[in-house]
């Protein structure tokens, strides 16, 4: 088995797949079939990118058969290509111009079903579970012990439990940043997963709880309860009884077969590595054209990690209007980038780099390929829900906590977390974490739930990607919990611009 192996047969450089020392000379056979052999002039690191021939200082190094950068140096044969003498080739805003691939077809018709609950609005959950919903951040140890209270006092009844999401936000916020609060809340408030919902306020903070029900938009009232904590004299109290309806109420749904149609999934990468754009990123991308091709939803966001690779998205775009819809998404988020007087692509992270990711052309181009081969159908806007069948895109940053959240706000039932590094953070919904190599797999077992190394060891991703279809069915049916369930990583983040009075 060769040491290293290219993606593209225009590509510059391969990955190895395991340690290189100096001095080694390994045999490879490039995509086009011929047998090659490549002095290493240096320590490889597993993960990391040899070059396959000489590149001049100035040209394009490419990788995925795109380029990831430009050489700041000339780079020889058989060299480490990395930080040291690669950089990203990106610019500021730019224009771009309507030029549609090819259309994707995707069938659209339901063949697999799994056991959820169906919600009175017609959508589907795969828990029953009841949430505590805080307007604001001061009262978080509150709804904590209200969690606690009712866990303990009704975890003999027929629901799946009683969870509670703190932040910070909700009190002295004005403006846009107000909004994004309420309208993240207020979407996790109607979200399928929970049964029932408690929304708790404290009674004096920005986000008041009629201002928010306007927010929230129609519901039916035995799902969703309020409580004011200064307008009572016992908020545990009241706040306990009030639980105890949402229970009955949760208590009357029973999992029946659902089209997988109905499901909405997330796609998330953290902590990514050399190998995310060859294992776990493109089994969640064909996993995602399985549910498009059923009928379903998949919802992409991290607009930071598009950079670079935006315009294989935009060329996918259902029609004209999408496509510009996509580029206001990228320009707006690069405007923020300038507003605040930061350097629009200073990514990757230190893990980034340390797992052998280069520059952000490298990093987004095995980031996008999460979201398969569909076409993108919408564009959402940051605490908007998902609405059309298909591959949506959410305004969103990268950072781990405020993507997932928001993928759970878009409606994901399920987020897809494929992750080279490893991480133990669990969103509001079941956070499946997908290993790109067996090594971290191995070690992490109380992290990672379902492991694509195995695309490395000999295992073909048209096999592999119907067993993780079952998988994603069994979880969604509740046969399956992931690790953050099973140990209660469960956390929001909400993204903040504005000024706090």
Request: hydrophobic share 35%; with cysteine; glycine share 10%.
């Amino acid at each position: 088995m060769s040491k290293v192996i290219q993606l593209h047969v225009n590509d510059d450089v391969a990955i190895a797949l395991g340690d290189i020392q100096k001095g080694e000379n390994i045999r490879m056979q490039a995509i086009n079939n011929q047998m090659i052999e490549i002095n290493v002039l240096e320590d490889i690191p597993k993960g990391h990118k040899v070059s396959v021939r000489p590149v001049m200082e100035g040209e394009d190094v490419t990788k995925f058969g795109y380029s990831i950068g430009k050489a700041k140096e000339n780079i020889s044969e058989g060299a480490w290509v990395h930080t040291h003498n690669l950089k990203s080739g990106l610019k500021g805003i730019l224009d771009y111009t309507y030029q549609p691939g090819r259309e994707y077809h995707a069938e659209s018709e339901s063949k697999h079903t799994f056991q959820g609950y169906l919600r009175e609005n017609g959508e589907a959950g795969i828990r029953n579970d009841i949430w505590i919903i805080n307007t604001v951040g001061c009262i978080n140890k509150t709804c904590e012990v209200l969690a606690k209270m009712g866990n303990e006092t009704f975890k003999d009844r027929k629901f799946d439990g009683i969870h509670h999401f703190p932040h910070p936000y909700g009190c002295s916020q004005l403006g846009d940043d107000l909004s994004h609060t309420q309208k993240l809340l207020a979407a996790l408030v109607q979200h399928p997963n929970a049964a029932g919902v408690l929304v708790v306020g404290l009674g004096c903070e920005n986000n008041q709880i009629d201002a928010f029900k306007k927010v929230i938009g129609d519901y039916p009232p035995n799902r969703i309860k309020f409580l004011k904590a200064q307008d009572v004299d016992n908020e545990l109290d009241i706040g306990l009884g009030l639980i105890e309806e949402l229970v009955e109420y949760a208590e009357q749904f029973e999992r029946q077969p659902i089209s997988v149609s109905k499901l909405k999934i997330g796609l998330k990468c953290g902590g990514s590595d050399g190998f995310s754009g060859i294992t776990a990123n493109p089994l969640v991308g064909a996993l995602s054209d399985l549910v498009v091709e059923e009928g379903g939803t998949t919802i992409l966001t991290e607009v930071p990690e598009m950079f670079g690779a935006e315009t294989i998205l935009m060329n996918r775009a259902n029609d004209e209007e999408t496509f510009h819809k996509i580029v206001h998404l990228i320009n707006n988020f690069k405007e923020y980038f300038i507003r605040h007087g930061q350097e629009v692509y200073e990514n990757p992270s230190p893990g980034n780099k340390d797992g052998g990711i280069s520059t952000l052309e490298e990093k987004s181009l095995g980031c996008t390929q999460k979201g398969g081969h569909a076409n993108v159908v919408d564009v959402r806007p940051y605490g908007e829900r998902a609405v059309k069948p298909g591959l949506n895109l959410v305004n969103a940053p990268g950072n781990d906590l405020v993507s997932v959240t928001a993928l759970a706000a878009a409606g994901a039932n399920i987020v897809l977390f494929t992750t080279g590094r490893g991480t133990p953070f669990g969103g509001p919904v079941p956070t499946v974490k997908i290993a790109t190599n067996s090594d971290l797999a191995d070690r992490k077992k109380h992290w990672i739930d379902y492991n694509a190394g195995q695309l490395l060891e000999g295992k073909d991703i048209a096999e592999l990607k119907h067993d993780f279809f079952r998988y994603i069915l069994d979880l969604a049916s509740g046969e399956k919990k992931t690790n953050n369930e099973r140990f209660g990583f469960r956390e929001i983040s909400i993204f903040k611009e504005g000024v706090i009075l």
